[in-house]
């Protein structure tokens, strides 16, 4: 899916209204029945709805929202923040509609106006969306900080208050704090990084068939992988197939006190659909990871304790290189003599990362690597620490242009970044798995989807969503605190 700006949200508003055609006022209508919708999917009808409106088009989606809402059975009272001396037309209309279903509307100029809450009281925020332009002030800043101490449930309309739709380093410090975000469309760019995405909660993203070819038209580098494009990538399974039609992933890792890094992400590559997983790792590893990982072959390194010098066999399809590698400068010397030895695609991370990291020795890199650091690890990369998640997204793509490879920058919604500038954002994915040893998964399984042929992008974007649904999966069975690394290899499908 195919993310975009206010400012092309807005294009793609004015071609919908334009082509269908359909007027603006009824395109809200369609945003604000798609709400009730959800809302009658989730709430009884024993809670009172507060709802309160801003004076542009989000506002007169909330008053819309309040006259459906009321004719769906449920307690509404509409309150409109009185931030300016004139209504949008759109607001205007559905102002004077509220007649017809008899609702008093109360303004607040005032925080002393503001609604009394009980037990059964939720917040519907329909003050601002994406024309938010400059930090909240007056009375709109007033209502939002009173909302953020009166109300426990608070449901945002297209953008919670205060943050804006767009990528900004600009400090917007006070904001509406969802628990869930009905957001018409499509995400906005904000959601994605941690500093806006915090305040929305849960996000539910509402059809409200805005035109496709608008949406085709309009240029954008940003996307967010989703369950039906990802699935195509997955690699066929061929009738008359044997072990060799599904390419030979070699993983390269583990260091004394460290095997159980290589051994999960052999145990990924495995689950990812490779037909044949040979694991490298220092001698004293190998019962470990014969026990650990019987449907493996394992290659053991002439050193006992860590990995220096690496065969790869004409038989090799792809190499994933990194999960407790160690540190120390042999490795470093076996790494450098395999990176200019081989052709072959390659997914490199953590001590891969920082081994040539600390020996500037980026020009190892192969074209099209994968490389999947988490923020600390970019850092490291970059030599520097970066001031905003913002920045850091930039310097992960640039560096992805830069070097001509692919980097994973792990976290909620891990950014895909190719060398052509483009970012794909991952759907899928749960906080139980920030957890030691995920990320070797992650690699294991990257390795797996390169051996088997699909191109370095497709495994990176595919590897990254069926990590993080493996990740959901677990969650739910077992909780979100006992999640552990090796759960999400059983999981993987
Ligand atoms: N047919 C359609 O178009 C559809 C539109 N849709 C809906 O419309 C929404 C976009 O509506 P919009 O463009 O009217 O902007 P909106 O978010 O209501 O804000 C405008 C107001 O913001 C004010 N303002 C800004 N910053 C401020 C601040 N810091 N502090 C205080 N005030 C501030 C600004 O006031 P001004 O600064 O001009 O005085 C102006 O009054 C969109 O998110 C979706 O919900 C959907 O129904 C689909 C169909
Ligand atoms: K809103």
Redesign the pocket.
């Known amino acids: 899916m195919k993310l975009f700006s206010a400012e092309q949200i ?1 294009r793609i ?1 004015a071609a919908t ?1 334009e082509r269908e055609p359909i007027s ?1 006022i009824q ?2 209508e369609r ?2 029945l798609a709400c009730v919708d959800w809302i009658e999917d989730y709430y009884e009808k024993d809670v009172e709805f507060h709802i309160f409106c ?8 909330g008053l819309a929202l309040a006259r459906l809402l009321n004719n769906a059975g449920y307690n509404c009272r509409p309150f409109i923040v009185a ?2 001396s004139k209504g ?1 037309a ?1 607001f205007d209309h559905n102002l004077s509609r509220l007649d017809e279903v008899e609702l008093n509307v109360h303004y607040i100029n005032g925080l002393k106006e503001m609604p009394r809450v009980n037990e059964n009281s939720i917040a519907i925020d ?1 003050i ?11 009375i ?2 007033d209502v939002v900080k009173g909302i953020e101490e009166g109300y426990d449930h608070v449901i945002s ?3 919670p208050t205060g943050i804006p739709a767009d990528f900004t380093t600009v400090n917007w410090n006070t904001a509406v704090r969802a628990s869930h975000t009905l957001t ?1 469309q499509f995400p906005k760019l904000s959601f994605l990084l941690p500093d806006m995405g915090d305040y929305t909660g849960d996000v539910h993203v509402l059809d ?1 068939g805005l035109d496709e070819l608008a949406m085709e038209e309009e240029h954008s580098t940003y996307f967010l992988t989703m369950d039906e494009e990802v699935e195509s990538f997955r690699p066929m399974r061929k009738v008359f197939s044997h072990k060799g039609d599904y390419g030979h992933a070699l993983i390269v890792g583990g260091h004394e006190g460290m095997m159980g890094a290589a051994v999960l992400a052999t145990k990924a590559a495995l689950r990812s659909g490779a037909g044949l997983v040979t694991a490298h790792v220092p001698s004293c590893g190998r019962d470990v990871l014969q026990i650990s990982a019987p449907e493996a072959m394992v290659q053991t390194d002439h050193s006992e304790r860590s990995v220096s010098n690496v065969p790869v066999s004409s038989r090799i399809s792809a190499i994933g290189i990194g999960p407790g590698l160690g540190r120390e400068h042999s490795v470093f010397k076996g790494l450098e003599k395999l990176l200019s030895e081989i052709e072959l695609p390659v997914v490199l991370d953590a001590d891969a990362l920082h081994l040539i990291g600390t020996s500037q020795a980026w020009h190892l890199i192969p074209q099209n690597a994968i490389l999947t650091p988490h923020k600390g690890e970019f850092e490291r990369m970059l030599g520097r620490e970066v001031e905003s998640p913002l920045e850091l997204l930039q310097e992960a793509s640039a560096w992805a242009g830069d070097k001509k490879c692919i980097v994973v920058l792990k976290g909620a919604y891990t950014a895909v970044c190719d060398s052509d500038g483009n970012v794909y954002f991952n759907s899928t994915g749960h906080p139980a798995m920030a957890s030691g040893g995920t990320g070797d998964v992650l690699t294991g399984i990257i390795a797996g989807l390169l051996a088997q042929g699909i191109t370095p992008i497709r495994a990176a974007r595919y590897g990254v969503w069926l990590h993080g649904c493996a990740g959901e999966e677990v969650a739910a069975r077992r909780g979100e605190h006992s999640v552990v690394a090796g759960d999400l290899i059983d999981a993987l499908f």
């Open positions: 807005k508003d209204i603006s395109l809200m945003a604000a801003g004076m542009g088009n989000n506002g007169g989606d931030h300016r949008s759109e329909a601002l969306g994406i024309g938010l332009d400059k930090p909240l002030r007056g709109i800043r309309i297209d953008i018409f409200i």
